[in-house]
């Protein structure tokens, strides 16, 4: 497995149009605003449609993740869409992104990126993760293993990524299973509300919205951050 470093801009000031603030999805009434971000059709996509809706999904989350998450370092672990580095550093260009992607897919991601190995968290990946010096895990971390699982093949090594992450931080997953099986596979990593959503509309729940989905889900979970030896955990 090759994994690569992404680096956006130097750090410094956010520069460009005032945005509002994002608001946290710890509750109903305050879930991300979606105002000004692209709608959706509720017509079954087509295969270019469906990657616009996938980059719109991951525009918001990580939006979300930079404002109200305070993650400044990204896994983008086998997108199933190009451009993720580039969402990155439109919301936070110091940010740091980590391509780990499996085989079959370098042609998908942005020519930056260099990509092989496996799609799942096997114990060599996480072990190239924990020791290539890419990612700082004593501080948050956004995995984003965006690629839709199948409900009877959820991805692998779950607890030993949520276990590495020392400085806590988030996961996303979709699947094309049910709501069932995304929450299962989440965990030990809790689910931020409102737990799986057709990712068309996340992160409002899916009863919020009239109308037929994408049939893919997704979700956001979260790790919290231990520090002081293990005795004393940070959000």
Known sequence: MIVTDVRGSEAGP??????????????????????????????????DEADR????????MIAYLCADGG????????????????????????????????????GMVASDAVLTGDGSCSPSSL?????SGLVDLDEPVAV???????ADAPPTGIADLHALMRGGGYLALTTTGPHTALRS???????????????????YPDEDV???GTGTLGALGRASGRTGGGRRWRR
Do not use: C, K
């Not at 509002?20 to 000004?36: A, N």
């Not at 370092?73 to 940010?95: H, I, K, N």
């Open 71 to 106: 993650v400044a370092q990204f896994v983008d672990w086998g997108s199933p869409v190009p451009g993720t580095a580039d969402l990155v550093r439109a919301a936070r260009p110091d940010a740091r992104v980590v391509h780990v992607s499996p085989p079959g897919v370098a």
């Open 210 to 212: 009239p109308g037929p």
């Open 53 to 60: 809706r996938h980059g719109a999904f991951l525009t918001r």
């Open 127 to 131: 072990n190239r993760l924990a020791t």
């Open 144 to 150: 984003l293993m965006t690629r839709p699982f199948a």
């Open 185 to 203: 596979a989440l965990a030990p990593f809790h689910p931020v509300e409102p737990g799986a959503a057709d990712i068309q509309w996340w992160p």
């Open 14 to 47: 956010l520069t460009g149009a005032r945005r509002e603030p994002m608001r946290h999805l710890g509750r109903r009434s305050r879930v991300v605003d979606l105002r000004g971000l692209p709608s959706h059709p509720a017509t079954p996509p087509g295969p």
